[in-house]
């Protein structure tokens, strides 16, 4: 089940944590599904969360002893835009000739703010990616158990990918609507494995002869959406 991924095995893609802050964030996913929260309530437990984990960067702990900065959380890109951030407000206030404790303290104050964004950020991504992996991942382990329990033929079922109506990435904008066999894989990966924040899910097509594969129309973009149209049997 989707619970079960999410206790056990998500946050595989989840990098800089240490193994007790990697089981913590395991914890926080699966409690989005035992607790029935979004990803939203989950981002924000997560951003907590992200602000107590140690960094073990330079920049971070540079930007921590400089600065007096809480880089806590953010992945080494992160880091190092909050410190050429930091370094770039620094430049500004010393040629407006403010130096000394009332600059660090300025540097330190937009310096935070700008680290607690980023925070929010990796937060919000790493809690809609995990949700939806663990999404997935259950909705796959459920419909092995109903082939396995006869409920539908997996020799006569496939699996088509669905992404996001518009806006979908470089990545999945060409798989989206490519039905693959029940028993195989896409050879990019499973939906919401693909890349961080992914959106895409895939839909069971459980008698293609009987029913055909649902063909589909639009291009993903703003002006021309992604539409299913059911498909018929030739």
């Excluded at 395991?26 to 437990?45: I, K, N």
């Excluded at 921590?64 to 880089?71: F, R």
């Excluded at 259950?138 to 109506?165: C, E, M, V, Y």
């Amino acid at each position: 089940t989707a619970m079960k991924y999410a206790k056990e095995s998500s946050a595989t893609m989840v990098s800089f944590l240490s193994n007790s802050e990697t089981e913590a964030v395991r914890d926080l996913v699966g409690r989005a599904f035992s607790e029935q929260r979004t990803y939203q309530q989950t981002g924000t437990a997560l951003t907590a969360l992200l602000s107590e984990v140690v960094p073990q960067d330079q920049v971070s702990s540079r930007l921590a002893s400089m600065y007096g900065v809480n880089a806590n959380g953010l992945f080494p890109r992160y880091a190092n835009a909050v410190a050429n951030y930091a370094e770039k407000q620094a430049e500004a206030l010393a040629s407006q000739g403010i130096t000394g404790s009332k600059a660090l303290k300025t540097v330190q104050e937009r310096s935070n703010r700008y680290a607690n964004k980023l925070r929010r950020s990796r937060a919000k991504m790493i809690a809609r990616t995990e949700i939806m992996q663990a999404n997935n991942a259950g909705r796959l382990a459920a419909a092995q158990q109903a082939a396995s329990k006869g409920l539908f033929d997996p020799t006569r079922a496939k699996r088509q990918w669905i992404s996001a109506p518009q806006d979908a990435c470089y990545i999945c904008n060409p798989l989206n609507g490519v039905a693959i066999d029940f028993n195989k894989s896409w050879i990019e990966g499973e939906p919401g494995f693909v890349h961080p924040n992914c959106r895409c899910t895939w839909l069971l097509l459980p008698n293609v002869p009987a029913y055909g594969v649902p063909s589909v129309s639009g291009d993903g973009t703003a002006g021309n959406p992604f539409v299913w149209n059911m498909g018929r049997p030739n």
